[in-house]
């Protein structure tokens, strides 16, 4: 495990233009898993190393269904990434989160039913834990850098992701809303399920841009709607990034919730049981452990 933090950023492709992000380099991270999103942009941060990747590649190409997120993450992994900050666009479920409002989710409902969801499988077995599924020392970075930037964070939340690209049916909403959730979008699952057995620290920035169509005055979401208000949050979205990436460069030692260590107690399978081929594939995610053992 790296001493020094290296802070992955999935996102929009214009996340990587904030002032201050020097000896910018794009480079193609190779991956076991099939080809990332897109190359990732290595940069600099107030001395920090910054890690980029657009989710949906550049000019967004790729639908959720069709994103690779174990490549993703595994490629993460391979550029030295050990703490991951995801932003991603959200419809709010509450009347108290209106458009523009950036939420701190903690918890997940995954809905998504077309993606691989795990690392591992026949001839490697884990079974990581996840109950508390976002890294609060990560979540208390972005709290007080929203505070240093002049924004209103809202801390805490459930964020239950649906597998689109559809937008939601009203009694599908009403049904979110019924368990209690507070946004809902279509990428954050199984992302953060994947940062876990990858052993990265993991938080969400949910931000969101419109009412989902359980709202009486947004019964209709459009794309027309949702990139209006898009364009607005992406730029306190870059402010939020440039005050969070020093503070989490300053944080030395292991993560107290365990998150680097998460593979300790979840690999199941016996040594001479496991498949050479799969072990070989998961070198970057789950070679700590592995080697462990």
Not at 51 to 79: M, Q, T, W
Request: hydrophobic share 45%; with cysteine.
């Amino acid at each position: 495990m790296a001493s020094t933090p290296v802070i992955g950023i999935i996102g929009g492709s214009g996340l990587y233009q904030i002032d201050g992000l020097v000896d910018i380099e794009w480079r193609r991270v190779a991956s076991p898993f099939g080809e990332p999103s897109d190359e990732l942009c290595f940069g600099t941060l107030a001395g920090t190393r910054v890690v980029f990747l657009p989710r949906h590649g550049r000019g967004h190409r790729l639908p959720p269904s069709e994103i690779n997120f174990r490549a993703n993450i595994d490629a993460l992994k391979r550029a030295g990434v050990t703490e991951l900050i995801s932003l991603s666009a959200v419809g709010s479920l509450k009347a108290e989160l209106p458009p523009g409002t950036f939420v701190l989710a903690d918890q997940f409902i995954d809905r998504t039913f077309a993606r691989a969801k795990s690392f591992f499988g026949t001839g490697l077995v884990a079974h990581v834990a996840f109950g508390h599924p976002v890294c609060a020392r990560v979540g208390d970075a972005l709290a007080a850098a929203g505070r240093e930037a002049g924004m209103v964070l809202h801390r805490g939340g459930t964020y239950v992701c649906m597998e689109g690209p559809q937008f939601s049916t009203v009694a599908e909403s009403n049904l979110h809303r019924g368990w209690g959730c507070s946004v809902v979008g279509m990428t954050n699952m199984p992302e953060a399920k994947l940062a876990r057995e990858a052993e990265l620290c993991y938080a969400t920035v949910a931000m969101v841009t419109d009412f989902d169509c359980w709202h009486p005055d947004h019964d209709h979401v459009t794309v027309e709607m949702i990139v209006g208000v898009l364009l607005a949050n992406a730029e306190r979205a870059r402010a939020l990034v440039k005050a969070v990436v020093p503070l989490l460069g300053r944080q030395q030692g292991p993560c107290p919730q365990g998150c680097q260590h998460a593979l300790d107690n979840a690999i199941i399978t016996a040594a001479e049981a496991r498949d050479p081929a799969l072990v070989a594939k998961l070198d970057a995610v789950a070679g700590r452990a592995l080697a462990r053992r």
